[in-house]
């Protein structure tokens, strides 16, 4: 084990410090990090600290260090980038506006999109190979919502249905009432 210790703190960051170490609102990993190093700041080992707030030593030390090179900035979370977004902004763009758009007005048979619709079009007509789960959340996340448009019962969406459907057909066999 490397021996560390805490620099001197200027009276700025002994205020803070103090005042983080003892906060009750602020995010509980700040705290910790805060009371490492006023607990450092009133001469106890790293080893010591790592006991009393159920820590590693090595834990300690790393944010002493750290502490030391960068100050109060040190007890804040430092940026990650994480995992770059699958579908650049203007995919996510061009799903958006398509949604919006009426089918009607792109030439399309259908008088409504539903998510597998949307997914072949975007898939022939703009090249974004998406799939509906994935469409829906991006819709769910700009606070669209999808609705069902064509029930068992009520008016349906597309108005010239029955003459693309043409005359029914009788396929079943009328069943003869017996006679009282």
């Known amino acids: ?21 003892h906060a009750r609102t602020a995010p509980a990993q700040m ?20 006991s009393r707030l159920g820590l590693d030593g090595e834990t300690v030390r790393k944010r002493i260090h750290r502490f030391n090179a960068e100050g ?8 990650r980038s994480g995992r770059p977004p699958t579908y650049p902004p203007e995919q996510t763009a061009t ?31 703009k090249g974004i190979a998406m799939q509906g789960s994935r469409i829906d959340e991006i819709l769910l996340h700009e606070g669209l919502r999808w609705r069902k448009h064509e029930t068992w ?15 029914s057909k009788r396929s079943t066999r009328r069943l003869l009432r017996a006679v009282a």
């Open 72 to 79: 109060v900035e040190a007890l804040k979370d430092k940026h």
């Open 95 to 125: 799903v958006i506006a398509t949604a919006l758009t009426k089918p009607e007005t792109l030439g399309l048979p259908f008088a409504a999109w539903t998510l597998d619709r949307l997914a072949a079009y975007l898939h022939e007509a």
């Open 153 to 167: 019962f009520g008016e349906r969406v597309d108005p010239a249905f029955a003459e693309k459907r043409g005359g």
């Open 1 to 21: 084990m490397t021996p560390i210790c805490l620099r001197d703190l200027t009276a700025d960051e002994h205020t803070a410090v103090t005042k983080l170490a």
């Open 31 to 50: 705290v910790q990090r805060a009371q490492i190093i006023w607990r450092a700041s009133h001469g106890e080992s790293a080893s010591a600290i790592a």
